[in-house]
């Protein structure tokens, strides 16, 4: 049962210490994400039952959505249907244990969902094999039926938290840039869409050049750069209404890489003034401004702490870029990142105890993270152009944008774990780039 | 003659990466021989008339070239802005947007201040000339708006580029 085998170290072939996952030994059904590298966990997830007519098709796709949200993560393995034993037939009949457990089906998740006027309810259960006994407790989510792919994320969540002890991602929406045309005709409009892909949906048309949204903490504002005016100037869109506005405006001067404080009132951007790129912060009501720094060389891509009290930024004050941290209302700045190369686009993580970077060295773009302070780097990923990384609600997964060489490259968007893990790339209708991971719904 | 200076230019940016492959620089000549081709042409149209932004962007010559990550004039580059300047005080009912690029080699939010360094390494050159301030302006596209598509150096030198837009200066 377990085989916990360095089978993918390969991998990690950049990695100091890399997080993975390990099944723990005897006791209750657990993962923990923790050293070392595994066997992602065996689980069964029958079709739910649908309970009145019609929601019969409903249930089985629920039960697909689950499915995709916990064999994606990479941590988790599906037992295929053909080799289920037990049918589930009924939400309230007793679990045959002996049947999953013959084809080592460790955890089962059962569900059922039923329709009536215009609402739908999908109830689940999540069973420890092994032990013979529930995991937590049934819950219940009810809501409209085009809301079904929410419902399933959250049933997914919710298996997720219960086996990892961490909480889950699966019920989140990602704001990004969708890309159509050639290299040097390319269009750029700003989409959301669920954390997998499903329900993109554009917030602005294909006019004027936008650049790297935003979301703030509560996913109900994204800021972001559009060049309306002729100039890049950053707005900020009322993601309910898409309704926007140009946020800081001053004729003839550039602004971009915007980025909300946790409070969800302060922005910090980058202002160029004549050849000088520097950081300021916004309050959002008043728009009153403030100077963070104040040098001659180029200060962008600022990231708050989850606790809003230091900024990480990026800068080339010492001849390349790299990575520094300063307290939110500005000072000394401290230099963090000492590898090979530049560093670029630091964001900090919702857990405050790393930080994601893009890295240029000897030609490639790497993804990578880091302790706050600029230790334990570990690079991610490697190719031709990878940048601007942006995390999971819960700090486990990283998404950025890979573009691919050549006159007919394009941009993709890929999600990787912070073990440098399971790389995917996420499906888009179109090319896409810059994305910003929104909270946990 | 001033093509003459350009090729040079060209040619000293291009023989930065020619350490690295030497075919690439073979190549390039090929293209830069196609270039001066093409801008033996401009004797056509409003081109002629040496008062019009095309006989600006054809025969001054509308573009700087930048080399990796640098925003510093070549002395290439100071002759074309030098006609440019001229052609400019000449020429005083027009007013210029200096628009500012980096190759793809880059992270967006950089490339943006990098183009904005150059474009105003332009402008502050020009304005060094006589120009007044009032009749410049200018705007950074980073990384977006690539005129060649290639990924190697050959396209990434034409990218790295700083270009003056003549505009009508009803405004001033």
Redesign the interface.
């Known amino acids: 049962m377990k085989q916990i085998v360095a089978s993918l170290l390969a991998v990690l072939v950049w990695a100091v210490s890399a997080p993975g996952v390990v099944l723990a030994q005897g006791g209750p059904l657990r993962i923990e994400i923790t050293e070392g590298v595994v066997e992602p966990l065996p689980y069964a997830v029958p079709d739910f039952v649908g309970e009145t007519a019609g929601a019969q098709d409903l249930a089985q796709q629920i039960a697909r959505v689950v499915a995709d949200d916990l064999t994606g993560t990479g941590l988790f393995r599906e037992v295929p249907r053909e080799a289920h034993i037990s049918q589930i037939t009924s939400f309230g009949s007793p679990v045959q244990f002996a049947d999953w457990k013959a084809i080592n089906a460790q955890a089962l998740i059962t569900g059922a969902v039923s329709s009536e006027a215009g609402r739908i309810v999908v109830k689940f259960r999540v069973w420890d094999v092994f032990a013979g006994t529930e995991l937590g407790q049934g819950m219940q989510f009810a809501g409209t039926p085009d809301g079904w792919r929410r419902m399933a994320h959250k049933v997914a969540d919710q298996v997720y938290s219960r086996i990892t002890g961490e909480s889950g991602y699966f019920d989140s929406r990602v704001v990004f840039v969708s890309e159509s045309g050639?290299?040097?005709q390319?269009a750029k409009r700003l989409a959301v869409m669920d954390y997998d892909g499903a329900n993109v949906q554009y917030l602005t048309g294909g006019n004027a050049?936008v650049?790297?949204p935003r979301f703030s903490e509560n996913g109900q504002r994204v800021l972001y750069t559009s060049y309306e005016t002729?100039?890049?100037r950053v707005h900020v869109l009322e993601v309910g209404t898409v309704q926007s506005r140009i946020l800081q405006g001053q004729d003839?001067v550039?602004s971009?890489?915007p980025r909300f404080a946790p409070n969800g009132q302060t922005v910090v951007y980058?202002l160029?003034q004549?050849?000088n790129?520097d950081i300021w912060a916004m309050d959002i009501g008043s728009g009153g401004t403030r100077q963070l720094t104040n040098a001659p060389s180029?200060e962008?891509?600022p990231s708050y702490s989850p606790d809003g009290s230091q900024i990480v930024f990026?800068s080339?004050r010492s001849g390349t870029?790299q990575l520094y941290v300063m307290p939110a209302s500005g000072g000394e700045a401290r230099r963090i990142s000492f590898g090979q190369g530049r560093y670029?686009?630091p964001v900090w993580s919702p857990r405050g105890d790393m930080i994601a970077f893009?890295k240029?060295n000897a030609g490639r773009f790497h993804i990578g993270v880091m302790r706050t302070d600029g230790s334990e780097e570990r690079l991610l990923t490697a190719s031709?152009?990878d940048?601007?990384p942006t995390w999971a609600p819960n700090g486990r997964v990283i998404m950025f944008a890979r573009?691919t060489?050549?006159?007919q490259?394009s941009s993709s968007l890929y999600t990787v774990d912070i073990s440098g893990r399971n790389l995917k790339r996420v499906r888009t209708p179109e090319g896409a780039s810059?994305p910003s991971w929104g909270p946990l719904q | 003659m001033r093509l003459t200076a350009k090729l040079t230019m060209l040619m000293a940016v291009l023989a930065v990466s020619a350490c690295t492959n030497a075919n690439r620089f073979d190549n390039d000549a090929v293209d830069l021989n196609a270039a001066t081709g093409s801008a033996g042409g401009i004797l056509h149209g409003s081109a002629s008339d040496p008062s019009s932004p095309a006989y600006f962007q054809q025969t001054v010559g509308d573009r700087v070239l930048f080399a990796v990550d640098q925003?510093s004039l070549s002395p290439e580059a100071r002759a074309t802005l030098d006609g440019q300047a001229q052609w400019l005080l000449t020429n005083s009912d027009y007013n210029a947007v200096i628009e500012g690029h980096a190759d793809?080699?880059?992270?967006?939010?950089?490339n943006?201040?990098?183009g904005?360094?150059r474009a105003?390494?332009v402008m502050?050159y020009l304005i060094g000339q006589g120009i007044p301030s009032s009749r410049l302006?200018f705007?950074?596209?980073g990384k977006?708006?690539?005129?060649?598509?290639?990924?190697d150096e050959s396209c990434y030198s034409k990218n790295r580029r700083a270009v003056t837009i003549i505009s009508a200066g009803l405004t001033g």
Do not use: H, W
């Open positions: 050639p290299k040097d390319r050049l650049l790297a002729g100039m890049p003839g550039m971009f890489a980058s160029t004549g050849s790129t180029i962008t891509a990026e080339d870029q670029s686009t893009t240029q031709f152009l940048e601007g573009e060489q050549g006159a490259g810059d | 925003s793809e080699q880059g992270t967006r939010a950089y943006l201040a990098l904005a360094r105003n390494a502050e302006r705007v950074s596209y977006e708006r690539p005129i060649e598509i290639c990924s």
